[in-house]
């Protein structure tokens, strides 16, 4: 198997050393002397700002990933915190009380305090507070940020079973995670009705709150957490092109189109149809670590978006990132397939530990991947046009970054659409949302 290890191989690595306050801050965690800084190449969309942290002896220093969270996404950084630790202790729990043979191999997260024994390291700013935490690494992993990295059809299907699986372990280890403790990191994550809203105020070229009053979430503390996503922040000039282009007109009136199918899942759970439980919130597949001698799942790590919401979010979400074997940075539509037998791969996966599920849910899981696919479709779409603020762009990104990243969700979504009658979880139970 080919991939990016999760640990870097070697005592020392090849990126540049980070610069000295980077490490005054690592300092101020509880880790052994000496401690040394490097830049870390794999960044993610959100926190971009993350460094590599080696602890200890020098021949065989400990790993770590120093991590400050993104202050324009995450507002209320105590609270992803407290959502994480309370994820980690409960999976904790729930490996000293279970035997399942599933969960020999299942590690957890370290989160590593500061000296003075807080979960994280708060710094204040003229702009706000910055939330910087340190985490350990779990050695000898791999993950993916696709199958297309993967040339053979065989290990690609092992790996989906396994990442179907992983997820239905992390779900089976979090069960006693009671939802009600949790608060949503994000302000309106999860929320499709409310990214709809912000898509058509952007559409309508509100640039105060004041003008985007009536897209607006009723409740006054959401509206004021997310009245900035409702809103443009391009010069008139480039807002206007970026409207007119007719990529976003097409993919604007699909998403219109498809709006009563994109809230199946929130609808079901206004109405009570469907289990509220903690969920992961972000289960692509780079966010799975895979054993790199054996393959087999090891972890579920990015625990920013630990909240309340149904299972079938997790599970979709994961699903329209393995099916798409092309990856979520192809530029190119035409070349944006998926392979029906990872999804069938995925869920014997999930489906093996028996985690327990009701029937109305099981009739969804064909359904979810395309739900999420458009979710994620018009979060792109409404962020490149209202001057992407929530996705921002690195200075090397191309400038339509993230309409081709709408334009591939979307395209997931056609496909997903297209070969719905291949898509079968074996339950007996038959989707009825289609």
Known sequence: ???RFHHPPGPRPA????????????????????????????RGNINQQSYLVLSGARENPDPYLLQMLNPTVFRHPDGVIEAMTLCLQTQRRALARLEAPDLRTWEVLELVPTVE????????????????????????????????EIPDRETRLRVAAEAGRGLALFHLLTADLDPGRLRTPLPGYRDTALYYAQLHSVLAGNRTAGDAAPFLPEDAALAADTAHDFVVHLAPGEFERRRADACVRRLAALADRY????????RGLEEGKL?????????KLENFLF??????????????????HTWLSDWGDLVRSLVNIAGERETDAEKIRIDPALFRAAARGFLSPALPMAAGEKALMTAAPAIMALELGVRFLADYVRGDRYFRLRPDAPPDLNRSRALVQFRVFEELRRHAGLLEVETGDQDRVW
């Open 1 to 3: 198997m080919t991939g």
């Open 15 to 42: 990126a540049p050393r980070a610069p000295g306050r980077i490490h005054a801050l690592a300092s101020r965690f509880a880790l052994p002397g000496p401690i040394e800084a490097f830049e870390f190449p794999g």
């Open 117 to 148: 024994g807080r979960p994280c390291l708060v710094i204040p700013a003229k702009e706000g507070v910055r939330c910087w935490r340190m985490m350990g690494y779990l050695r000898n992993t791999r993950c993916w940020r696709s199958l297309g």
């Open 259 to 266: 709006r009563d199918f994109a809230l199946t899942l929130c």
């Open 275 to 283: 289990k509220r439980g903690a969920i992961h919130g972000d289960t």
């Open 291 to 308: 054993d790199a001698a054996t393959g087999r799942v090891r972890a579920l790590v990015d625990l920013d978006t630990i909240m309340p």
